[in-house]
């Protein structure tokens, strides 16, 4: 139950970059 209560203590603004990051490394990762 720690694991959810530290999720929620992460800024909304973290959330919202997820996608443009995991965008950008899905791009770049030297598995491609």
């Keep these: 139950?720690?694991?959810q209560?530290?999720?929620k203590s992460i800024p909304d603004g973290a959330f919202a970059r997820l996608p443009s990051?995991?965008?950008v490394w899905?791009?770049?990762n030297p598995w491609d």
Excluded: F, K, S, V
């Design 1 to 3: 139950r720690r694991g």
């Design 5 to 7: 209560n530290q999720l």
């Design 21 to 23: 990051l995991t965008h």
């Design 26 to 28: 899905l791009h770049t």
